[in-house]
T-cell receptor, first 114, second 112 residues
Framework: DGGITQSPKYLFRKEGQNVTLSCEQN?????MYWYRQDPGQGLRLIYY???????QKGDIAEGYSVSREKKESFPLTVTSAQKNPTAFYLC?????????????FGEGSWLTVV | AQSVTQPDIHITVSEGASLELRCNYS??????LFWYVQSPGQGLQLLLK??????LVQGIKGFEAEFKRSQSSFNLRKPSVHWSDAAEYFC??????????FGPGTRLSVLP
């Protein structure tokens, strides 16, 4: 089945640690996204990649980093500089970044700081 | 810049009753409009989208939405709500790339 796979579903991080959330898609989409969702709130864009080896910061990029070395993969690293990382993280993709294209989502990853 | 508002944070309806979720947008050109649904702890699923043409759009799960340019609105409707419709609903304007903007969401509760 074509889709977007995020792993792990649940992740616990100690203070001061970096963690990486995986996102893989087999939809042959060029554009990929990372969003953060806090309880009872909407989606905020962390990073956006329109094509391999290119990405742009979103509204809340501080404390996060990404790479896009392969078309199908867009991992997100939550660094120790992110002061409040506990949240639900959603990876998404679209066929390209053109206006009007549907964005498709993975099932999300929960990150908790312990 | 484009923006989306959903005036209702939380709505409760009885099973079998009709539903209307409100969405207003701000966008300078012809908007591409979307409705998504999210069950707790899950990703978002597309319900329907509007590009152009017929202003009444049919979607999955018996949902429909009507685009009204004069009111800058794209309200989501369902004639008879089922308990399984309880979820969070997001309206969005798809202006391309990182300009795909979501509203804050409306949480729907369904009473038996």
């Amino acid at each position: 089945d074509g889709g977007i796979t995020q792993s792990p579903k649940y992740l616990f991080r100690k203070e001061g640690q970096n963690v990486t959330l995986s996102c893989e898609q087999n939809l042959n989409h060029d554009a990929m996204y990372w969003y953060r969702q806090d309880p009872g709130q909407g989606l905020r864009l962390i990073y956006y990649s329109q094509i391999v080896n290119d990405f742009q910061k979103g509204d809340i990029a501080e404390g996060y980093s990404v790479s896009r070395e392969k078309k199908e993969s867009f991992p997100l690293t939550v660094t120790s500089a992110q002061k409040n990382p506990t949240a639900f993280y959603l990876c998404a993709s679209s066929i390209d970044g053109a206006a009007g294209n549907t964005i498709y989502f993975g099932e999300g990853s929960w990150l908790t700081v312990v | 810049a484009q923006s989306v508002t959903q005036p209702d944070i939380h709505i409760t309806v009885s099973e079998g009753a009709s539903l209307e979720l409100r969405c207003n947008y701000s966008y300078g050109a012809t908007p591409y409009l979307f409705w998504y649904v999210q069950s707790p702890g899950q990703g978002l699923q597309l319900l329907l989208k509007y590009f152009s043409g017929d202003t009444l759009v049919q979607g999955i799960k018996g949902f429909e939405a009507e685009f009204k340019r004069s009111q800058s609105s794209f309200n989501l409707r369902k004639p008879s709500v089922h308990w399984s419709d309880a979820a969070e609903y997001f309206c969005a304007v798809g202006a391309g790339g990182q300009n795909f903007v979501f509203g804050p969401g409306t949480r729907l509760s369904v009473l038996p």
